[in-house]
């Protein structure tokens, strides 16, 4: 399954959720973005079950983006009970969020 | 202590041990999937082993127009995935994985990656080349906080904001063009006293308002704690130094070939690139290296693509007289 996208109504709705989230902050500008983009789907079809994979589209919810704190993108957010526990800009692997996403959620 | 892996990746890694392809191709550029197109045509068991996403560096431009064929022009990143199904078409495979090391000589070449143990009887080298880095204190840690390298990607988080471009060739001209639309002010940041940049950049460069040149000056230290404040320079002259009050600098010094992990085995010149001439073939027998990573004169889509037909060419006459 492909990563799913939220809106600011989805996304706080998701946080309210137990378990650990991933979210890709992206814009359809975004050059790089569009690069992790199926490696990022793939990470949802690996995970599935065991973690939701999302994006959120940054120039449509510009005020979600500033409350996250994004400053650029793209960049992966993991959330754990609603709390972010770790994020990484830019992964220049698939192997990089994977690794990323084994060591943040191996300390919960 | 070993790592329990799961019976599933254990299987996949025995698997993938047993099983010995003719042409591993590291790299999923133009260099490399025209590698593997020439290659799957001839009849060679093919496999590319790509990081992230088809198409390299140029699948970050989003207009190709001197790439023929496309009287339009064609977005780098559609082409990317052109040339992977172009070769997918004939049977080359792709693998999401980043490779950690590579053992290239001997009949047997042995590439170990995030996705296991890949076996092959000749490499081709397409991992090409990226933005080099200033190697100065903080550098990494401010990176996403400051520091960037991108600004057709990052320029928007700065818009009406002032920001610092380094360098002086045509990437450092272009992104300081970028940003001037974006930003309030830009500083040019360079090391001489000129552009290198071609000469189309520089009235263009000079007549914008927004643009100023720092000139004989270098980045010194990042300034600012947690999030960058600005940068000290340092008069390459008279070696006095001054503070810039800055939101981002933008680190365009360019480019860097990606053979850190073959420095060890190959014959590499000063700059890092692995030297081949235009048979693409490197010091070691059976191993090619095509496109930017390669020593060359042009490195452009074009002629990575052309190499990656020599490298096929040469990889099929190499696998005929060894096996």
Known sequence: ?108 | MGVLLPLSALTQRRVRMEHIYDVLVIGGGPGGYTAALYATRAGLDTMVLEKMAPGGQMAQTTQIDNYPGFDEGIDGFLLGEKMQAGAARFGAKTELAEVYSAQLSGDVKRIETSEGVFLGRAVVIATGAGHKRLGIDREEQLTGKGVAYCAACDGMFYRDKTVAVVGGGNSAAADAMILSRICERVILIHRRDNLRATKIYHDALTKSEKIEFRWNSTVNRLLGEGRLSGVELRDVGTGALSELKVDGVFISVGRAPATELFRDQLELDRNGYIIADESTRTSLPGVFAVGDVRTKALRQVITAAADGAVAAHYAEEYLAETR
Request: net charge negative; glycine share 4%.
């Open chain 1, 1 to 108: 399954m492909a990563a799913v996208n939220l809106n600011t109504e989805k996304f706080h709705k998701i946080m309210h959720t137990e378990g650990a989230v991933l979210v890709d902050f992206w814009a359809p500008w975004c050059t790089y973005c569009r690069k992790i983009s199926s490696a990022y789907d793939k990470v949802a079809d690996q995970n599935e079950g065991k973690l939701i994979v999302a994006k959120v589209n940054i120039d449509e919810e510009e005020a979600l983006a500033e409350q996250e704190g994004i400053e650029v993108i793209p960049t992966l957010v993991l959330y754990h009970n609603g709390k972010s526990i770790g994020s990484i800009t830019a992964p220049e692997s698939k192997a990089r969020i994977d690794s990323f996403l084994q060591e943040a959620l191996a300390k919960q």
